[in-house]
Structure formats: C-alpha cells, structure tokens
T-cell receptor, first 116, second 114 residues
C-alpha cells in the first residue's frame, strides 16, 4: 500500500527555536498534503492544507507566520514551527490522498514535538 | 457548527465478543464517512470508507453501517482479539466528498481482554 513517512519521529527543542518537520509520500505523488496536530486524548485537528506549487491554506486560528508550510515537490511537504513555545508541544501528523486507491488518505507516523 | 462525536471514550470487552463503536454527527450531510485505527504514538491507519448511499460495508471481521437519517455510523469488530486493542476514530470530509481535509472524532479506546 501507499506509504507516507515523517522525519523526525520526535524532537526536543528549546523555547524560541525553529523546528522543521518533513512529510514524504514514498511511492506516489501528492499535489496536496494535510497537516494535523493532536494533543493528548484529543482528536486530530487540521492545521493546514499544503499545495504543491502554491500557497498553503490555513484553518481558522492557525497562524501562518508561525507554522510555515512549503510543498517543495510532488512528494515532499515541510512544516516549520517558528519560535516554538511550550504550548506548541504536540503530536504533528501529515497525510496525503492516494488517488490510485480512490483518494484514501494515508497518514504519516507522526512527529512528537516537545518544546522546553 | 459541524460536530462529530464518538460517544464512548473507552470500551472494554472480552476476547471473542463483538465490539460496537458509535459515531454521531450534527449540522452536516456527508457524502461518506471513514473509520481509522490509531495506535499510541502513531498516525491513523485507514480501515473502511462508507458512502451515503451504502447502508453497510464489510471487510474481514469489520463491519460499518451508515444511517443518514439518524446521522450515525456504527463500527463493529466481530470475534475481537487483544490485537484489536487501539483507538478507533471516525472522520468526515469537511468539503463534502472531495476526500480532502477530514474532521475527526475524539476516538474510542478499545481494550480487548484475553
């Protein structure tokens, strides 16, 4: 089946630093990818839609200048958390629709971010 | 506003029994509904998709029903096994059929005891 990878799987950083998370579709192309955030015992919340070749679309309440998204190629989207603060600590997950299987979304394994 | 609820935060059952999980939604008319499995510290894994014109769908020991009148989906695991223990999420496409961004329920954590 289709595979989506994320790197890193976990990261610990100091407050005020920036962290980049990569999302790759390994065996298929994805013109669109989605970024979600999940706090403990909460549902996944969509943050933004990453579009290859154009600007990302952000959900209401998500700061685009804080969460920078770059869809560099048909297999790679990156999320950069700028000037991270402890409240940004969360589980970040990306997904990509796999059109050969009818658009079913495949999720990455997630990235655990801890900001000290 | 659109809302999706999974009534039970946790469900404990004995091995071999059928687990039934509930997903209700309001203020929305989805073209389809999806179920995912999520293990701790991992991303969700797609299980089943059921469309609005389908009453029931099966895949091995899994069965999903979709009642658009009740605005409810039921997810069944028959002959449950300890390996089925996980959190199960239901999700709707917020754009009504484009299979784009999804709205998720909080999930039901299923524990199957041997």
């Amino acid at each position: 089946g289709a595979v989506v990878s994320q790197h890193p799987s976990w990261v610990i950083c100091k407050s005020g630093t920036s962290v980049k998370i990569e999302c790759r579709s390994l065996d298929f192309q994805a013109t669109t990818m989605f970024w979600y955030r999940q706090f403990p015992k909460q549902s996944l919340m969509l943050m933004a839609t990453s579009n290859e070749g154009s600007k990302a679309t952000y959900e209401q309440g998500v700061e685009k200048d804080k969460f920078l998204i770059n869809h560099a190629s048909l297999t790679l989207s990156t999320l950069t958390v700028t000037s991270a603060h402890p409240e940004d600590s969360s589980f970040y997950i990306c997904s990509a629709p796999h059109h050969p299987s009818g658009g079913t979304q495949y999720f990455g394994p997630g990235t655990r971010l801890t900001v000290l | 506003s659109q809302k999706i609820e999974q009534n039970s935060e946790a469900l404990n059952i004995q091995e071999g029994k059928t687990a039934t999980l509930t997903c209700n939604y309001t203020n929305y008319s989805p073209a389809y509904l999806q179920w995912y499995r999520q293990d701790p510290g991992r991303g969700p894994v797609f299980l089943l998709l059921i469309r609005e014109n389908e009453k029931e769908k099966r895949k091995e020991r899994l069965k999903v029903t979709f009642d658009t009148t009740l605005k409810q989906s039921l997810f069944h695991i028959t002959a449950s096994q300890p390996a089925d223990s996980a959190t199960y999420l239901c999700a709707l496409d917020s754009h009504g059929g484009s299979q784009g961004n999804l709205i998720f329920g909080k999930g039901t954590k299923l524990s199957v005891k041997p």
